[in-house]
């Protein structure tokens, strides 16, 4: 149904330059003061495309995101104690 997407972390020298990173991926957050950019891309040609971006002039660094991979539901092993806080 849809395809298994992941995020990369590009990390830039020239903002002007890195309007071109959609190109790769989809484009999702570009930070002109911080010098980075969010991409998200189908994993099954995400090393083909980290690969390409590496050799970019403008590129300094690239990481990859683990927000796929992080617990997103959460358990309740504390008892609520919001009655002892009542009026």
Known sequence: MFAER???IV???DSKAAKGLD???T???MSRKMQYAVMYMNADVAEEA???LQR???VRKIERSYRNEI???YEKNV???TRFYGL
Do not use: C, I, M, Q
């Open 11 to 13: 990390w830039f020298s």
């Open 56 to 58: 970019l002039p403008f």
């Open 79 to 81: 008892p609520d104690k």
């Open 50 to 52: 980290v690969r390409n």
């Open 71 to 73: 617990k997103t539901e």
């Open 27 to 29: 484009l999702h957050y």
């Open 6 to 8: 992941t995020g990369y």
């Open 23 to 25: 190109k790769y991926g």
